[in-house]
């Protein structure tokens, strides 16, 4: 099966190839044994990614040997990247470097090897019971046991439990709350039926992917692969319709407001690919600079995007195709990593920056910086609801920081779940009554506080629960 892009690129494949062994890389067999040691339980035996992204030559293609060198060394801030400089020598760093630079095998997967992978049905149905509400369901992805609790907001009751293993950029809901969508790093997605308590179907989609985006009503989905490089287009049910396939790097696939469009964003590419429904017509985009992370304002055909590697904040509106303002400040540190709240009737936005420990609250109408609030640490997340007066913010640390809205300081008091455990990926529930915090530990847990009084009501054990999705929550755009 060929899938032809306007941009004249092919995107073939065979299902045969991709599980076949491939052929080892030419290195030498200390650096390969290296790479197994270090990298390869993250980033897989064969470079093609696991829990972390692939690591092939045109993944790294804007990374010199020194930024590389300098990761080995000392990590990556925002990530689960460690360091690796006490137990990796600088001739060893320079020695996996050379692998890295490597070419990948040839990587190809068509939508007829996507069909041929569909699987229909896993699971014994278990129907929602009497009284739940399908807003307040909240799924817990809980990566120590490869698996995502389907939990009652409400009772705090698991009502199911569906296997999954790394999923990657969050589960989307359509707007009836009757499905959920989501993808594995390894290229696996998922459509669980939450009214019928089943996976309704499974299917890969490709080697290593970024995230998936849903139309209103779940009957489009969209999924951002890295290997290979493109974008796929499913129905509800996860069945191909097309395949699109471009130079660079793919950093996610989000639908647009107005639900009518995806948009996919490049890594390394100033552009932006639009995908109409249910035309499935493409069209490029050209862009100042790539926009690599962004978010949409709430309410607006806009966006706030910029690059991990950037120096500013960008407005940008889809509308006009221009941007409207920019900001100095470091760039965002991970895909939908900021939040939405009004204060005396105007639109703010709270932003984390990639490896510095400081919120940036900013006024979107006039775009400007109100507040800086420096942090413990430099985390991930700032997340709030109109119904909590305060903004939590993850730290890459053992606690969570509040800011107060309407003040815009810190709180006086600021949440340690368990004290040595890191705290991170806050969510809330449907009216935003609880706060979901996760213990990032193997003997982990879901902890529920009041969202105003911050008493603790609940502690759920979880194996490393990397996030938390709220139905209701994940369908509002102004959080």
């Keep these: 099966m060929i899938a032809r892009t306007s941009l004249g690129l092919v995107l073939v494949a065979s299902a045969a190839a991709l599980g076949a062994e491939l052929a080892p890389a030419a290195a ?12 390869a339980a993250c980033h897989g035996a064969r470079r093609y990614g696991g829990t972390a992204p692939p690591l092939g030559p045109d993944a790294l293609a804007r990374k ?34 050379r692998l890295l630079r490597e070419p990948l095998p040839e990587m190809r997967w ?25 807003e307040n369901l ?3 992805v809980e990566r120590g046991r490869s698996s995502v609790s389907v939990l009652d907001g409400d009772t705090l009751r698991e009502l199911d439990r569906f296997p999954a293993r790394n999923l990657h950029g969050g589960i989307k809901f359509d707007r009836h709350w009757s499905s959920a969508f989501a993808v594995t790093r390894d290229g696996t997605a998922l459509a669980y039926d939450l009214v019928r308590g089943v996976l309704r179907a499974t299917a890969v989609v490709g080697v290593n992917t970024r995230n998936v985006a849903i139309s209103p009503d779940g009957d489009f989905v969209a999924v951002a692969n890295q290997l290979p490089a493109g974008l796929v287009l499913l129905d509800g049910e996860l069945r191909p319709l097309a395949a699109f396939a471009f130079e660079g790097q793919p950093s996610g696939v989000y639908a647009l407001p107005g639900g009518d469009r995806f948009a996919l964003a490049m890594r390394d590419v100033p552009v932006l690919h639009l995908v109409r429904i249910p035309s499935l017509d493409l069209e490029t985009v050209s862009l100042p600079e790539p926009f690599e992370d962004f978010i949409f304002v709430p309410g607006t055909q806009r966006i706030v995007a910029s690059s991990r590697a950037g120096e500013r904040l960008l407005l940008y509106d889809f509308g006009k195709r221009e941007v409207l303002a920019s900001l100095e400040t470091q760039g965002l540190p991970h895909l939908f990593s900021a939040c939405f709240f009004r204060r005396g009737g105007v639109l703010h936005a709270a932003f984390n920056h990639i490896g510095v420990p400081r919120l940036s609250i900013v006024d979107v109408e006039a775009f400007e910086i109100r507040q800086e609030i420096a942090l413990r640490g430099s985390g991930y997340f700032a997340r709030t609801h109109p119904a909590t007066p305060y903004i939590w913010v993850d730290t890459n640390t053992e606690t969570v920081q509040l800011v107060d809205k309407r003040s815009l300081a810190l709180a006086e008091h600021s949440l340690t779940p368990a004290p040595g455990k890191k705290a991170m990926h806050v969510e809330f529930t449907a009216e935003g009554d609880k706060a979901f915090v996760s213990v990032w530990h193997p003997e982990g847990a879901v902890v529920v506080y009041d969202s105003s009084s911050l008493e603790e009501l609940a502690r759920l054990p979880y194996a490393m629960p990397v996030g938390k999705y709220n139905a209701a929550s994940k369908t509002r755009l102004l959080e």
């Design 64 to 97: 010199s040997d020194e930024t590389l060198l300098a990761t080995i060394r000392d990590g990556l801030p925002n990530t689960q990247m460690p360091a690796f400089g006490a137990s990796v020598t600088p001739e060893q760093a320079r020695a996996l470097v």
């Design 28 to 39: 030498p067999e200390l650096t390969r044994t290296l790479y197994l040691q270090h990298c």
């Design 110 to 134: 068509t939508l007829h090897d996507i069909a041929a992978s569909r699987v229909a049905e896993r699971g014994e149905p278990h129907p929602l019971p009497a009284g739940v509400r399908r």
């Design 138 to 140: 909240t799924l817990v």
